[in-house]
């Protein structure tokens, strides 16, 4: 029996970059049928930090109404999207502190067998996008998740800066807005997943033990 792809698009963002690639893969997977949850993480930078950017500031209080990520949506979901900018080569430890509270799902193999994919910004084109990919698709390794990685499947890839692990933006310095060929990319890869998420849910029998 067919089951409909459920998917949380998990994300942290500071100015606004990761919250326009968030959307843009929550459309995608729309797009494929799949009902969606888009939740950031909490802040964990000082208030007063987050005051003295005028642009962070102004993304925080833009993006209030969106809901925070909770256990109970990925207990929920049956696909995964996480998404953060880079910071040194990692994700953010907003994003990290998250996936680091799901011990308790984790240990009860609520997390395995499902399909996940990430994406990752930076200043730079080269500012370590992939390194922060990789730091997302390691976690999802220890759940026992399936990455989902774009590839080079479609022409959207490459417009997008040809990056076969995921989605990789760049945000230089006062830049408000991420390229239509990014949040093409996203949607193509928000879909991809939600194919992939449905299949893997209509078919968990098959895949054997969540849990030892």
């Known amino acids: 029996m067919s089951e409909k792809a459920r998917i949380a698009v998990v ?42 950017n005028p642009a962070w500031k102004a993304h925080a209080e833009a993006s209030a109404g969106v809901p925070i990520a909770a256990l109970d949506d990925l207990d929920w979901a049956n696909g995964f999207v996480f998404g953060s900018p880079t910071r040194y080569g990692c994700m953010a430890a907003q994003l990290k502190q998250f996936l680091d509270s799901s011990g308790p799902l984790w240990a009860q193999g609520k997390l395995a067998n499902k399909a996940a994919t990430a994406f990752a910004g930076a200043m730079n084109p080269h500012g370590g996008q992939v390194n922060t990919i990789n730091s997302i698709y390691a ?74």
């Open 11 to 52: 994300y942290y963002s500071s100015t606004g970059h990761s919250y326009q690639v968030a959307r843009a893969f929550e459309e995608g997977a729309k797009s494929a049928g799949a009902e969606v949850r888009v939740r950031r993480v909490p802040e964990l930078a000082p208030a007063e930090v987050v005051a003295s």
């Open 139 to 212: 976690v999802m390794q220890h759940w026992g998740a399936l990455i989902v990685a774009p590839g080079y499947t479609d022409q959207s890839i490459y417009a997008a800066g040809g990056s076969p692990y995921g989605v990789c933006y760049s945000a230089p310095y006062g830049s408000t807005k991420v390229s239509e060929e990014v949040a093409a990319a996203a949607r193509y890869q928000g879909a991809r997943l939600a194919r992939f998420a449905e299949v893997l849910a209509s078919n968990r029998e098959k895949l054997g033990p969540a849990h030892a």
